[in-house]
């Protein structure tokens, strides 16, 4: 089983519901999810794996990554490590992977949980996988199906 961080947040982050103490929350549990379901094609999910980026936390932001972006980013160095801004996890929102990745590029936004488990299954399918190409489009689209179903079928939920 993963362990997942529990104590190093400040405690006022944990005052309201859809805080982004809770988002990163959900943002942890689509990973976890991925990985009990795709466990040679996801990162160990370890303490600090999925790092809320701070000045306070920088060591935690070290090495290579596929670039900086507004919402993300995932480290292919060792360890393996999604960083997420404080501000999507405050009020999540981002453009839906394949809209801009597939040709004519369009920019649908999502937000709320749609974009959690989009931004999600989008930085874990640059495990070991750079760029937006063929490689990339078949991991993402699987993973996002996969989690899509378990929104419809409600076992998301349980
Ligand atoms: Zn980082
Ligand atoms: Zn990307």
Request: charged share 25%; glycine share 4%.
């Amino acid at each position: 089983m993963t362990r997942i961080a529990r104590n190093h947040f400040p405690y006022y982050y944990m005052i309201t519901p859809n805080s982004l103490f809770f988002n990163y929350q959900k943002s942890v549990k689509v990973v976890k999810i991925l990985k009990d379901n795709f466990p040679n094609e996801v990162f160990a999910l370890k303490e600090n794996s999925i790092n809320i980026q701070s000045k306070t936390n920088s060591r935690l932001c070290k090495g290579s990554n596929n670039g900086i972006s507004d919402r993300a980013h995932y480290h292919n160095s060792k360890p393996p490590r999604i960083c997420l801004k404080q501000k999507f996890l405050k009020d999540p929102d981002c453009y839906y992977t394949m809209s801009y990745i597939s040709t004519p590029k369009k920019w649908i936004k999502v937000t709320g949980t749609l974009a959690i488990i989009d931004l999600m299954c989008h930085e874990t399918a640059h495990h070991r996988t750079t760029g937006h190409r063929k490689g990339f489009k078949i991991k993402y689209s699987r993973f996002f199906k996969f989690m899509i179903n378990k929104l419809i079928s409600g076992e998301y939920y349980q």
